[in-house]
């Protein structure tokens, strides 16, 4: 780099923003290399929300079938729930396995030794985690349209809104879990497969949040995913936007993501002072 007549290096202001970029890209393309000559790999982000698909599709099939052409709606309504759903859980897995991934391979405490910023990494698990999840979930999407003429994206634009909201959902639940394994270790790590399972019956994904018993009601529309799943029907069922079940679930997203990053910052702090990152995992 130049420098001027006083012996300074000029400052530019793309400098920062840049580095950190660049960070982000290292650890993202950390990620990816592994993808490249591993076709296992790749055939198991996509396993899962296919064979959801086929599955569910057979059943929705079935129950269009069997109660006549009015229930096709209900019976697509149902094959969206299961498409959208898995937008959350590849995010939310997505996430937490690339973070694990540099747990066993010893590489977290290599990792911070490095400029990389914790913020920094959070961002290349975010980068991971989407494409993660689009690699899973787009071609189960155009598979459900190929085989029982489910087209997930007739509901028009308002769809990009639905996996938005659903993958920021994801994203702060991860953030939950790696700061679960950043303070307990090996002892969390089964909960970034299962944690998401179990707010399923809460985030109402096949059925109406009215179906709930009323003491439970509550419960499950701070739940963001209830809020996306309650849209999802207006639009296949009704035909319209439900503009305010979208604005609480983004509203929700930013409580949940915000509280998520407060903790995981908290354990971050916490698992450094006392050297953990450099022993979790063994």
Known sequence: MSRDRSGATPRTGHGPALASARRIWGMMYRHLALFRRS??????????PVLQMIVWGFVTAYVAGVQGNTASLFAGALLGGVLLWEVALRSQMGFAISFLEEIWSRNLGHVFVSPLRPWELVAALVGMSAIRMFTGVLPAV???????????????????????????????????????????????????????????????????????????????????????FEGMRAAL?????????????????????????ALFMNQFRRARERGALLSIGE
């Open 39 to 48: 076709w296992p790999r790749v055939l198991e982000l996509m396993y899962w």
């Open 237 to 261: 069922l009704e035909g319209r936007i439900a503009w305010g079940h979208l604005g609480w679930a983004f509203a929700l997203d930013l409580v949940w993501l915000g509280a998520m990053a």
């Open 142 to 228: 155009g598979l459900a349209w190929l085989l029982y003429g489910f087209g997930l994206f007739a509901m028009g634009p308002v769809v990009v809104l639905f996996f938005a909201a659903l993958m920021i959902m994801g994203w702060a639940v991860a953030l939950g879990v790696t700061s679960l394994i950043l303070r307990h270790g090996a002892g969390a790590e089964a909960l970034a497969w299962s944690v998401l399972f179990g707010l399923t019956p809460f985030a109402a994904v096949f059925y109406p949040v009215s179906v709930l018993p009323a003491w439970l009601q509550p419960l499950a529309l701070l739940t963001p995913a209830a809020h996306v």
